[in-house]
């Protein structure tokens, strides 16, 4: 994937393998919400979309603009609720991403998975 978008406005949202990911150090994951059938809520974008419309930061500006819908943020705020009382961090570029600390308080604690 880095590969891909490696020099591309779109390498903000995949880590450079050279120095891994926090996902490497098994203190983030992507997640979503499933309804009772086990069917995905609609969450405005899939996940590992690469765009501003993926990113928490800009929901109220396309919710203004329509192009998110009040219950696609809803949705993305009962996520990030339901994380952060578990003990996660959001981010700012990726609705489905939550990790536990940063990649320095990572490298100290953890080793690197490949």
Known sequence: MWAMVSN??????VANPAIGSLHNYGVAVDVS???EK?????MGTPVDYFGELAEPRYEKRFLAEGKL???QVSHRLLL???MREAGF???ATEWWHFQLCGRE???KK????P
Do not use: F, H, P, S
């Open 8 to 13: 591309t406005e779109k390498a903000i949202y």
């Open 33 to 35: 919400l499933l309804n």
């Open 38 to 42: 086990g069917e995905e809520l609609d």
């Open 69 to 71: 819908t009040r219950e």
């Open 80 to 82: 990030r609720e339901v």
């Open 89 to 91: 961090q959001d981010i």
């Open 105 to 107: 308080e990572a490298k």
């Open 110 to 113: 953890y080793e690197i998975l």
